[in-house]
């Protein structure tokens, strides 16, 4: 195709002089080669652009530097260039609606119009599944689940009784609502289980990632809500408010009757403690631990979790401890000399 077409998609314009440059597909700047796009998403990737044969390259509005490929600026390069994905590859799977000859329905399940449900799946009584939602391979529906309309749920999904989901959630593959929460006494000698009976519920637009878990409410519901975006291998504990709009990225877990305020991000493995509240557009860096409750907006890195501020200035001494020492060795070195 030629330039000019990549920029429609893009929302963008060329020259005249460039339009008909012809496009073959799309790459990252390090391996394009001549007929590609690529683009810039971050600016550590600039001394590779410049030396990419790339035929063109989306960048921000305000870029300026000089490099080989033509510029398409545009908004946001990496949501650009992800329409330019969606134009180029495959589609993604399509799934006819029916209800497949090995999937196991229970009765008294009530399915809308347009759902698909795969082999080996399993519906139990009194579940309801919104209109044009996907059940995938051998995912387990638990009593009376009601899920929303247009969801994804990916093979071995498991979403256990009387949970609720919401419109438009993409679950991947073994992802787990609604296990019991981790809950015992000790009591004379030995472990003694607290019933859980609440729920999960996930409000509309939610992605979780690949064999995630969030376990159901010890009573009432543990939530995660509107538009919230959840990594694989995260582990929510019972009775968690996650708020709207949040990014939660792999690893992380969060224990038990912990809210987490709206448009918070969550850097990879890091542990937040039980009972307190992290403020919306709280910022944690990546293995922190938070053991007590952060305001909005604060940006939080380190074990214990303190405020990046504070951790720089401890960083900075406690990277030069060497040289401190050898300082105040020689200092003692010197004092002994003029005693003696």
Not at 27 to 51: H, I, Q, W
Request: aromatic share 6%; with cysteine.
């Amino acid at each position: 195709m030629r330039l000019e077409e990549v920029a429609r998609l893009v929302g963008t314009e060329v020259s005249l002089s460039s339009a008909a440059v012809e496009i073959r597909g799309i790459s990252a700047v390090g391996d394009a080669e001549r007929g590609d796009v690529t683009f810039l998403g971050n600016l550590k990737y600039l001394p590779a652009l410049r030396s990419s044969r790339a035929s063109a390259v989306l960048v921000p509005m305000n870029f300026e530097e000089p490099v080989p490929p033509i510029l398409l600026r545009v908004e946001s390069p990496t949501t650009a260039f992800g329409k330019l994905i969606d134009f180029f590859s495959e589609p993604d799977p399509s799934y006819t609606p029916g209800v497949h000859r090995l999937a196991c329905i229970a009765e008294g399940v009530h399915i809308s119009q347009g759902v698909s449900i795969q082999p080996f799946a399993v519906v139990e009584s009194g579940a309801q599944i919104g209109t044009g939602t996907v059940i995938g391979a051998h995912c387990y529906i638990g009593q009376k689940v009601v899920i929303g309309e247009k969801c994804l749920l990916h093979p071995r999904v498991s979403i256990l009784a009387r949970c609720l989901v919401g419109n438009r959630v993409v679950l991947h593959p073994g992802v787990v609502l609604g296990s019991d929460g981790f809950g015992f006494e000790y009591l004379r000698g030995k472990h003694v289980k607290l019933p859980q009976r609440g729920i999960v519920q996930v409000d509309d637009d939610v992605e979780i990632g690949a064999n995630t878990t969030v376990d159901r409410a010890r009573f009432g519901r543990t939530w995660i809500q509107k538009g919230t975006k959840i990594d694989n291998l995260v582990q929510i504990a019972h009775n968690v408010t996650v708020g709207e709009c949040s990014i939660l990225c792999g690893q992380v877990g969060i224990a038990g009757s912990t809210k987490v305020g709206r448009c918070v991000t969550i850097a990879g493995q890091v542990g937040i403690n039980g009972h307190i509240e992290v403020g919306d557009e709280a910022v944690i860096a990546a293995k922190s631990g938070v053991v007590k409750s952060v305001s909005p907006k604060e940006v939080l890195i380190g074990v214990p979790a303190r405020p990046i501020e504070v951790y720089k200035r401890k960083f900075f001494y406690v990277e030069r401890l060497e040289k401190f020492y050898a300082r105040v060795r020689r200092l003692e070195e010197k004092i002994t000399e003029l005693l003696q």
